[in-house]
């Protein structure tokens, strides 16, 4: 749960990065309309344990008698049910919620400040074309569509004015992005070029398969390209794949994360993995958690599948709930292991920390807390890895020769 811009509490949103971002820019247009009263529940619906989570944001900003008004995935997927909570004024669809309109502010509206003033998230890419038999989230989103190049590359420059020093591409398809012969790719290397002044370039998860080759020069070649790739995996057996109506297999996951790391041998991946998807053997577990060491993951989401109404998963044979959270913790055990080992490659080396408090994060998005009073949000500099705490939290001091 995450309040964004004005009143900390003011707007909640759960989920992924984009919701945080248009959390973020509602809060925005609420303030710029001069409403300080409403409470805006941002819903996600990836999972129900993501829509419990919002129906308590709703409970709690309803006991302190503030009228609320809920938007997100979860409320454009099933409005009537969101609308029937006790409380709730209105909803918002998603096709809405970035409607100044909506909210009482004046169109056109500038866009939100970078989230912390030092990262910022764009919005590259909207929606989804594809049909994962698990996934409701094109039914809340809808079809894919790809923010204009030059609309992402002056988002991304207004985010270096108001102080961000990385900025974040974001998308529920993000691989997905097009404008007429160009791909992400394309996209990334026209973004580092058009904005000199932009530090750090991040993305968000991406699909490995539909990387094009241009993303892969970019990454070998860019070096304000972060190091760092989050994949959408989900799983690391064929048939359980083939059940989810991916459209990769193990091999092109290890194949992928292979002809990367050729590229960029420093890279660090993470991954979006479900435990405990229908029909799911042990033995099929097994490949998903054997996948974490073979390819080398390091940051992992893992979900416990949770049966989402209307998709096809959810009439498939279902593994039981007590099979499903084991199998999820198991997952996110290897997950700590990973990132601890990570972290233990990191001592003594010098790293480049971006700081949002004392805390931050290094060019492969591992968190670490420096030593020494505390920077201003937003200072990017070089930093010596000095310790590692249980979680891989990396400990840090200042390197010599200070700010990068």
Known sequence: MTGQDGDPGQVRSFGCRLNLAEGARIGAMLQAAGDRNTRVVNSCAVTAEAEADGRRAVRAAVAIGAPVVVTGCGASIAPAAWAALPGVARIVPNAAKLDPASWGARAPFAAAPPLHRTRAVIEAQGGCDHACTFCVIPIGRGASRSTRLAEVIAGARAAVEAGAREVVLSGVDLTAWREDELALGDLVRTVLRRVPDLPRLRLSSIDVAEVDPALLAALAEEPRLMPHLHLSLQAGDDLILKRMKRRH??????????????????????????AGFPTETEAAFAGTLSLVEEAGLTWLHVFAYSPRPGTPAARMPQVPDAARRERAARLRAAGAMAARRFAATQLGRTVQFLSETRAGHTEHFARLELAGPAPAAGTLMAVRVTGVRDNATLLGEAAAGGAC
């Not at 992928?256 to 890279?267: G, Q, T």
């Open 249 to 274: 297999l193990r091999a092109d996951a290890l194949g992928f994360v292979a002809a990367a790391r050729r590229r960029r041998p420093d890279l660090v991946f993470g991954a979006d993995l479900i």
